[in-house]
């Protein structure tokens, strides 16, 4: 079955430059997740959308943005990349929004801010 | 502050044996789900089961079994008869509204 796709898997970045991730939901996904999780962290919400409006937003910061496009796939902006901002970036989507829904995650984009 | 916790930072355990991964939960909400999910050393998270919370029935599969208690707020995961692949970090987590909300997780290492 198909999975969540997320590019690139590896990400290395410079202090003060930008980034952006990618994510490709599964066939018929509306809803799109992103996490981040810092090392030996818990994932953590950054931000939500569904039929491409932000439906929640999280501990995300100000220097990143998000949207999703009409195919459904998302991508995350992130600007004057901090060294604290090297994480395992996880992108899930599910079948509709709500909490009955499932959230199948991606495989993660590593991203290292040296 | 509807919390997730796993009181078990890390567990280690011989192969073949039974191994329990416990999860205790905050919830102020009638309707809600439960999560498991596995991260191995390659970083994926792999999602395991869902529970909702108005079904308490336990669930196996596999070697893998879930019990799910209302009364005292707990979902735990039993792994039966370990092995070396199941060496991960394993996370409960719960719904708040869309997001998931994780604990901290359980380091589960089988030794061979």
């Known amino acids: 079955a198909a999975g969540v796709i997320q590019s690139p898997r590896h990400l290395i970045k410079e202090k003060r430059e930008t980034a952006t991730l990618k994510c490709y939901p599964i066939?018929?996904?509306?809803?799109v997740y992103w996490y981040q999780q810092g090392p030996g962290q818990d994932p953590q919400f950054l931000i939500s959308?569904?039929?491409?409006?932000?439906?929640d937003k999280g501990s995300i910061p100000d220097r990143f943005s998000a949207q999703q496009f009409s195919d459904y796939h998302s991508e995350l902006n992130m600007s004057s990349l901090e060294l604290g901002d090297s994480a395992l970036y996880f992108c899930?989507?599910?079948?509709?929004?709500?909490?009955?829904?499932?959230?199948?995650f991606g495989p993660g984009t590593r991203l290292l801010v040296l | 502050a509807q919390k997730v916790t796993q009181a078990q930072t890390e567990i280690s355990v011989v192969e073949k044996e039974d191994v329990t991964l416990d999860c205790v939960y905050e919830?102020?909400?009638?309707?809600?789900?439960l999560f498991w999910y596995k991260q191995p050393p390659s970083g994926e998270l792999v999602f395991l089961i869902r529970?909702?919370?108005?079904?308490?029935q336990n669930e196996i599969s596999g070697r893998y079994s879930w019990n799910f208690q209302k009364s005292t707020s707990s979902f735990n995961f039993t792994i039966t008869a370990s092995q070396v692949v199941d060496s991960a970090v394993y996370f409960c987590?719960?719904?708040?509204?869309?997001?998931?909300?994780f604990g901290k997780g359980t380091r589960l290492h089988i030794l061979p």
């Open positions: 066939p018929r996904h509306d809803t």
């Open positions: 987590a719960r719904n708040r509204d869309d997001k998931i909300i």
């Open positions: 899930a989507s599910s079948a509709d929004r709500g909490h009955q829904e499932t959230q199948y």
């Open positions: 529970r909702n919370s108005f079904d308490e």
């Open positions: 959308f569904y039929e491409k409006m932000q439906s």
């Open positions: 919830t102020r909400d009638t309707t809600y789900y």
